[in-house]
T-cell receptor, first 109, second 114 residues
Framework: GQSLEQPSEVTAVEGAIVQINCTYQTSGFYGLSWYQQHDGGAPTFLSYNALDGLEETGRFSSFLSRSDSYGYLLLQELQMKDSASYFC??????????FGTGTSLTVIP | SAVISQKPSRDICQRGTSLTIQCQVD?????MFWYRQQPGQSLTLIATANQGSEATYESGFVIDKFPISRPNLTFSTLTVSNMSPEDSSIYLC???????????FGEGSRLTVL
């Protein structure tokens, strides 16, 4: 089976940096993805790690440690529009994707 | 990238009825995924639809309740059968860029069962 845990809620100040963690237990693992979902919208892809280390895409970075079954999403220079739900997702050997519990990020002025 | 169209975008249904959701992709894809997202919750994979073979269902989901068709490489349908209020959810169709961690989603079908 698949189990991915995230903090349920995070609040951060505009302009700050926030880290959203994801720990996983899976029966197979190809990589870890991150998605953003605004209220009423579909999830959109942010980042993907297949190997250990840090991937940087603009203000967003994602980190993976396969030995620790752990990853995180780092959001820098937070903007009000970053208020959304964030999901990690494991890409499994059958190329299915299993999603984490989700983190609701609120950015405050 | 992929552009995915889903229909209907929303519907209100009576308990005991069935509804079929359509998913059209603008390119040929091997695998299409159907997810359910209950209010305030995460995405749960219902099944994987492969063209030319039976869909593969995840634990807790059965073909009698969620029959899936995949007649070609750009189209799939998901039927929610004998609906109850517990089936009120957003149903999402998605496809992946092969070999990557990137999923593309349709805009979702929001079902309310009364």
């Amino acid at each position: 089976g698949q189990s991915l845990e995230q903090p349920s809620e995070v609040t951060a100040v505009e302009g700050a940096i926030v880290q959203i963690n994801c720990t996983y237990q899976t029966s197979g693992f190809y990589g870890l993805s991150w998605y953003q979902q605004h209220d009423g919208g579909a999830p959109t892809f942010l980042s993907y790690n297949a190997l250990d280390g840090l991937e940087e895409t603009g203000r967003f970075s994602s980190f993976l440690s396969r030995s620790d079954s752990y990853g995180y999403l780092l959001l820098q220079e937070l903007q009000m529009k970053d208020s959304a739900s964030y999901f990690c997702a494991v890409r499994a050997p059958g190329n299915q994707f299993y999603f984490g519990t989700g983190t609701s990020l609120t950015v405050i002025p | 990238s992929a552009v995915i169209s889903q229909k209907p975008s929303r519907d209100i249904c009576q308990r005991g009825t069935s509804l079929t959701i359509q998913c059209q992709v603008d390119s040929q894809v091997t695998m299409m995924f159907w997810y359910r997202q209950q209010p305030g919750q995460s995405l749960t994979l219902i099944a994987t639809a492969n063209q030319g073979s039976e869909a593969t269902y995840e634990s807790g989901f059965v073909i009698d309740k969620f029959p899936i068709s995949r007649p070609n490489l750009t189209f799939s349908t998901l039927t929610v059968s004998n609906m109850s209020p517990e089936d009120s959810s957003i149903y999402l169709c998605s496809v992946a860029t092969p070999g990557t961690g990137e999923l593309f989603f349709g805009e979702g079908s929001r079902l309310t069962v009364l």
